[in-house]
């Protein structure tokens, strides 16, 4: 029997690694690392063997896919922001197994997925940077999970939630599950992203995103899964928000009621909003 020991909607920002380099953005996101670095700790403290990252850096056109080779490594440099992120080495065992597992739980159910143990399939950085902080001694095997999903319904996404969680319940195992992607996601103006770093583009998505962490504190889920597809459409959701959708599809959907914890306090990005919570998984 396994068992769930943690489940967090993170940050991946590029800035936080410019955070860490000399110059005028130095210590810029130092919160949202210490976020990663206490969702590292807690982690350990579980004895926890696997992370699972929905990743909404990894774009698919069609189909469900799980990237769950023996091992990844290489050298990566973003093509997106490659004056942000660039060069970072990674070296992290994978869980073939759990892979297959979570594949087999949503085809059950009627879910397009797919298993890949490709050498070349590399990891994009909504894995790799929060793994750069929380796993660089490589003490957790890494599944990272496509949620950049262009042409997928939310329901599919909420049932591939609910096959994570089935499949960690027949793994012999301790897992944590992290949707990685922001809150909105209105990128800034390419003529204001110099002054606009640390704000919003719009007051609209603030507000919205203020609202909606004031409803994850009170754990009011059955509203806030009501207003979710709104929510990606009007506020630009990063990968459609499909991450959140299957976060919330693993922990119960609007039936999970549990106050969620801010480790990192929402703080805007490029435009964009950015948060680091727990979200507690006791007696799932």
């Known amino acids: 029997m396994g068992k769930l020991a943690l ?35 807690r982690c350990r403290e579980a004895g926890v063997d696997t992370i699972i990252v929905f990743d909404t850096h990894w774009l698919v056109n069609s189909a469900y896919h799980i990237n769950c080779c023996r091992h990844f490594s290489g050298v990566y440099t973003s093509n997106e922001l490659p004056h ?7 070296d992290y065992d994978g869980n073939p197994q759990l ?27 909504g894995t790799l940077v929060p793994m750069r902080y929380m796993n660089a001694d490589k003490a957790f095997k890494v599944i990272s999970i496509s949620a950049f999903c262009t042409s997928h319904a939310f329901e599919d996404s909420r049932k591939l939630g609910e096959a994570v969680l089935e499949a960690i319940n027949d793994y012999d195992g301790t897992v944590a599950v992290l949707a990685s992607g922001s809150l909105s996601h209105y990128f800034i103006p390419d003529h204001l992203a110099k002054e606009g770093m640390n704000s919003y583009t719009r007051e609209f998505e603030r507000q919205i995103d203020l609202h909606v962490v ?33 976060l919330l599809g693993m922990l ?13 306090d929402l703080f805007p990005s490029s435009g964009t909003g950015q948060i680091n919570a727990v979200f507690p998984v006791e007696h799932l």
């Not at 942000?84 to 990674?90: A, K, L, Q, V």
């Not at 892979?99 to 950085?125: F, M, N, P, T």
Request: aromatic residues 10%; proline residues 3%; glycine residues 8%.
């Open 214 to 246: 004031n409803m994850w504190r009170a754990g009011n889920f059955k509203e806030f899964c009501k207003m979710l597809p709104e929510y990606a459409d009007f506020c630009r959701g990063e990968g459609n928000m499909h991450d959140t959708v299957m």
């Open 84 to 90: 942000f992120i660039r060069d970072i080495h990674f």
């Open 7 to 41: 489940a967090a909607k993170i940050t991946h920002v590029p800035s936080m690694y410019l955070s860490e380099q000399p110059g005028k953005h130095q210590g810029c996101r130092q919160s949202a690392i210490e976020g990663h670095y206490e969702i590292s700790r």
């Open 252 to 264: 119960g959907w609007d039936n999970y009621d549990k106050p969620v914890e801010i480790l990192t």
């Open 99 to 125: 892979g297959h597992g979570i594949v087999e739980k949503a085809v059950a159910k009627g879910v397009r997925a797919q298993a890949h143990e490709i050498d070349s399939l590399k990891l994009e950085y």
